[in-house]
């Protein structure tokens, strides 16, 4: 048997947590009341970090987005013009006009849906990589896809 002194934890979602001083070894000679202890330990451990409500991401309130005129932020797609609307609005109706969703069309695409919805608000640019599988998977003609390209090119 070890005695082992007492130490702070990290945990793996980051809290840090004091182990009290203990002896190592105890349960493998202890037999089945110190596993039966130990168990129990655990399980109350166990459900005292499920968390309270306050800390239940389903029952807290949502977080309030950012105000819209913040520094550095994006302007609404109203507020876009030019060739990035046009691109950021042929690509959104390219993929209602097929019926998908964002995820949908992201899974088919091999696009994450965080992307897809940037380059459908302007927020971001695709490359022409992922404008070329866009718009296979939307089924967009030869025309459709250059006009893509051509807006993307506009946009540097």
């Known amino acids: 048997m070890v005695r082992v002194r007492g130490h702070w934890r990290r ?3 980051g ?3 004091w182990i009290r001083p203990h002896v ?3 349960v493998a000679k202890g037999g089945g009341i110190g596993v039966a202890i130990i168990l129990v330990v655990v399980a109350v451990a166990f459900l005292r970090g ?3 409500p306050d800390d239940d991401p389903i029952a807290s309130p949502s977080p309030q987005p950012p105000p819209a005129a913040a520094a550095g932020s994006a302007p ?3 507020a876009l013009n030019g060739p ?3 691109l950021a609005e ?3 109706r390219a993929r209602e006009g097929k019926g998908f969703t964002v995820e949908e069309a992201g899974r088919r695409a091999g696009v994450a849906p965080p992307d897809l919805t940037g380059f459908e608000r302007g927020l971001s ?3 022409t990589q992922e404008l070329d599988v866009l718009a296979h998977v939307y089924g967009l003609s030869r025309g459709d896809w250059d006009n893509l390209i051509i807006l993307r090119s506009q946009l540097g």
Do not use: E, K
């Open 84 to 86: 990035r609307a046009a």
């Open 15 to 17: 809290r840090l947590v």
């Open 50 to 52: 499920l968390g309270t």
């Open 125 to 127: 640019l695709p490359t």
């Open 76 to 78: 609404p797609l109203s």
């Open 24 to 26: 190592r070894g105890a």
């Open 90 to 92: 042929t690509l959104r």
């Open 11 to 13: 945990l793996g979602d």
